[in-house]
């Protein structure tokens, strides 16, 4: 059974640091491709980053430049460091992971999510 | 940029539903669509506009290629009130559309 769980969210002042955990069980994520999606509060989805099995990483324009992806094979595990945190990227937080069904041999959607962690900018 | 609507309806348990989503250019067969309850993560419906993820019921159905894709329920059911999103995952960003929320009539 797949798991994810996600932590590390919390109130943070604007301008501050945070880094988001992804803990993944029952898949391996250098072996798949793994990304982050938001949502603020009573908005829609918002994608927001995502890294390869290659390892290449891509970023929404929105946070280029702020947030970096990473991933920590030994550990099984996918981080979002996020710096220069804004009052907009108040938002829960989601780890998912990118569907590559046989035969596409591309990614398609996220049929793994885990529950997301809730990250408050704000002084 | 990805597109649905309508942005909301109102529907009846057993009526049949379709939302539509277009992309700002094409996306060959790379949307995806969600279902999202209140205070839950999204779950994913159908992949690659027409293939339905393993355990999701037959009344969902996906369509279309290029610019233009609905998804359909073919006999609303009580749990199918929600919010409906779509993806592309064509290439990055992988942006998703604003959302079609469908409540009771």
């Known amino acids: 059974e797949v798991n994810l769980v996600e932590t590390g969210g919390g109130l943070i002042q604007p301008g501050g640091s945070l880094r988001l955990s992804c803990a993944a069980s029952g898949l391996t994520v250098s072996t798949n491709y793994m990304n982050w999606v938001r949502q603020a509060p009573g908005k829609g989805l918002e994608w927001v980053s995502v890294i390869y099995v290659g390892g290449n990483t891509y970023y929404a324009d929105s946070v280029k430049g702020r947030f970096t992806i990473s991933r920590d094979t030994s550990k099984n595990m996918v981080y979002l460091q996020m710096n220069s945190l804004r009052a907009e990227d108040t938002a829960v937080y989601f780890c998912?992971?990118?569907?590559?069904?046989?035969?596409?041999?591309?990614?398609?959607?996220?049929?793994?999510w885990g529950q997301g962690s809730l990250v408050t900018v704000s002084s | 940029q990805m597109t649905q609507s309508p942005s909301s309806l109102s529907a009846s348990v057993g009526d049949r539903v379709t939302i539509t989503c277009r992309a700002s250019q094409s996306i060959t067969t790379y949307l995806n669509w969600y279902q999202q309850q209140p205070g839950k993560a999204p779950k994913l419906l159908i992949y690659?506009?027409?293939n339905l993820q393993s355990g999701v019921p037959s009344r969902f159905s996906g369509s279309g290629s290029g610019t233009d894709f609905t998804l359909t329920i073919s006999s609303l059911q009580p749990e199918d009130f929600a919010a409906y999103y779509c993806?592309?995952?064509?290439?990055?960003?992988?942006?998703f559309g604003p959302g079609t929320k469908v409540d009771v009539k």
């Open positions: 998912a992971r990118m569907l590559v069904p046989p035969g596409i041999s591309h990614v398609t959607g996220n049929d793994y």
């Open positions: 690659a506009a027409s």
């Open positions: 993806q592309q995952s064509y290439t990055v960003p992988f942006t």
